[in-house]
């Protein structure tokens, strides 16, 4: 069994590799130059750094996967969310997907060759190792775009505050949106980003109302879509946008206000768990150790002489 496995790894391999090589390092211009003999002009080539080099690999890769429109689309949103806007971001994914999912096994089966364990174990594990492979990108993609949307999260009252600011002090809702992710820059980096990319959507020449649902679709966070829900309505019936921001700001305050204490709240309950099996343990080594010892010593002695 353990040779089957081996001759179909190594099989494996073989056709992936020569079928690798022959789409991405056959070179046509040398094969017509022996023909023809004609040499044509060569440029110098720069080096390259490493990196790049796995970066184009990885997106050649993705090029010979097969997907559909609607997964597509799915993981180009979710690339969004989490900041990868690249041009060739989805194709490294993919690429990345296929690379993983082959040397991840080739791994595993490299590591449980010598074994003791079953065939059927040792097929498992290379089975496992592929899921993980295969997987374990979109997984970083979710990990990635969890924690932008926090830091985005995080950022959105100074933000709201700045905002207000600048409304309230004579200028536009566009002049305010650029002013936000100029000052912003440095302390918050994300929601800046997402600021400036309206204001270029605005500059590009799309309306108000579908640059923010724009803003709302990218970054997927509930209080930033509230806030565009909020200008959006201000705009469309003509109210005050200093006034509707100020009411939105305080409403957050009260929310962040109502969250923090639903926090508070909590904290006893989750100190439960490591108050007993962290804490009491070693008041009971510090309070009835010493008695335990001084029972043992001398308690127990006596009684065995009685």
């Known amino acids: ?60 890769l993705g090029t010979m996967v097969p997907v559909s429109p609607r997964d597509v689309s799915a993981m180009q949103r979710r690339l969004i969310r989490a900041g990868l806007r690249g041009p060739h971001a989805l194709k490294v994914l993919y690429g990345s ?6 040397i991840f096994p080739m791994l595993m089966s490299a590591a449980v060759s010598n074994s003791p364990a079953d065939a059927s174990n040792k097929m498992m594990a290379v089975i496992a190792a592929a899921a993980v492979g295969f997987w374990g990108p979109n997984e970083y993609v979710k990990i990635v775009s969890q924690r932008r949307q926090k830091r985005v999260q ?10 207000v600011v600048c409304v309230e002090s004579g200028l536009g809702l566009d002049q305010a949106v650029m002013q936000v992710a100029k000052e912003l820059d440095a302390a918050h980096p994300e929601i800046s980003e997402e600021f400036a990319l309206v204001n270029l ?21 509930e209080d930033l879509k509230k806030l565009v ?49 962290c804490i009491l343990p070693s008041l009971f080594v510090v309070t009835v150790g010493p008695i335990a010892v001084r029972i043992v010593r001398e308690l127990l002695p006596m009684m065995q002489n009685i």
Do not use: C, Y
């Open 1 to 60: 069994m353990t040779l089957a496995v081996s001759f179909v790894v190594f099989l494996a391999i073989a056709l992936i590799g020569a079928f690798v090589g022959m789409r991405m390092w056959v070179k046509p211009k040398e094969a017509i130059e022996r023909v023809t003999g004609v040499s044509p002009v060569r440029q110098e080539e720069t080096p390259r750094h490493p990196s790049l080099i796995f970066h184009e690999l990885m997106q050649k």
């Open 97 to 102: 997907k296929v690379a993983f999912g082959i």
């Open 154 to 163: 995080r950022g959105l009252p100074n933000a709201l505050d700045l905002l």
């Open 201 to 221: 959507e605005l500059k590009a020449g799309k309306r108000r109302a579908e640059a923010l649902r724009n803003l709302a679709e990218r970054s997927a966070v």
């Open 229 to 277: 829900a909020v200008l959006i309505q201000a705009d469309r019936f003509g109210t005050g946008v200093a006034q509707s921001l100020r009411a939105h700001a305080d409403f957050m305050r009260v929310q962040a206000r109502q969250v923090a204490e639903e926090k508070a709240a909590k904290l006893g309950v989750k100190l439960v768990f490591p108050i007993f099996f």
